[in-house]
């Protein structure tokens, strides 16, 4: 039997995209999830007393690699060489080997070359175990180099695959060392470990072939659990199970409600929060259908927005709400006059302000009306009608 951890993309010290309005205590959470996010995979192994970790790429995050963050990393492989847990690790387009790493690894850590090697390992039960992997030189690499990969006949043990890159039917822009799974499968692997799609993602079973995903989100194209692969199992079967190891979640929420007021909707979001508060820190985009015809003002929504930030900040499981997005049921029927609140139908001031253009040109005022005669709603509404009649013009 073996049992090892499959991950890739662990992007240390990767700048966050969203951190604007976020409390100093949440955004120091955010700068350190990464590390955390790595922490809690390196307790996973110790506790499952794992046989080795594979890293299939982008261990780093280009030119935002520090020195913190090498410290960080060979503190977490000496933590494993305690317990002889072997790392095997890959270099992805975003730390090639040509930015050269200034820490020294512990001995337990084996890194791929420039060119496909192989790594052999016995197993704490006896069973040898090949792993065969190549690490990028340059940033951009678009090499495949898989006819260097050897074939698994002729060599007994449980045969692993380590790839940082694209599978060819992938829909990604990002296009390194685009494969086949032809390729794969004609190298008769047991295993495929691959790196580079943060999605977690299973493209093969026979044999399993995965993308773990990354182990920490960094925005909302990045949502939902965040982890790495436990696999279990022999040469003729491997289990594989997917592990949480996020310190932050990004995700995204739609909620509907009749609520209107300032009070209802913030007490409507709020319960949201709480009921998800149990899950862990998380930053949420809300998108809030209002099943009403009365509109909110955008000055009531801001007020709302900063409340439900505000009170985030000494939560130890922070949910904080990135955006609020409220749109409304039946928005297509809703009469144009309904997204004008009642406030700012009366004031007159805003109403001749519009209107004083117009009256004041000696041209057309002659053939105008009174506008203080002028039903504003129905102005609105004949103004609505002949928008839709124009657009219909156009489709046309």
Known sequence: MVKFIHCADLHLDSPFKTHSHLSENIYEDVKKSTYESFKTLVNFALQEEVDFIVIAGDVFDDHNRTLRAEVFLKEQFERLKKEQIFVYMCHGNHDPLSDSVVTDW???????????????????????????????????????????????????????????????????????????????????????ALGHIHERQQINDMPPTYYPGNIQGRHFNEMGDKGFLLVEGDEFKLNVEFVPSHFIRFDEIKIETKQTTKQGIYDVVQKFKNQVRKQGKAIYRVYLEIDSDEPVSSQDL??????????????????????????????????????????????????TNAMSDLYLNPKATKFLDNYDDFDKVELINRAEALLKSGLRGEQS
């Open 302 to 351: 801001m007020q709302v927005e900063a409340m439900l930030k505000e009170y985030e900040e000494n939560e130890n499981n922070f949910v904080f709400i990135e955006s609020l997005i409220v749109s409304y049921k039946d928005d297509d029927t809703r009469p144009l006059e309904h997204e004008f609140s009642q406030e700012l139908k009366a004031d007159d001031a805003i109403f």
């Open 106 to 192: 512990p001995e337990n850590v084996s890194v791929f070359d420039k060119n496909v090697e192989t790594y052999q390992t016995i197993t704490k039960n006896g069973e040898k175990i090949l792993l065969h992997g190549f690490s990028y030189q340059d940033h951009a690499s678009y090499e495949n180099k898989l006819d260097e990969y050897p074939s698994s006949q002729g060599e007994k043990g449980l045969h692993i695959g380590v790839l940082h890159g694209t599978y060819s039917k992938s829909s990604t822009k990002h296009r390194y060392t685009e494969f086949r799974l032809e390729d794969l499968n004609s190298k008769l692997y047991h295993y495929w």
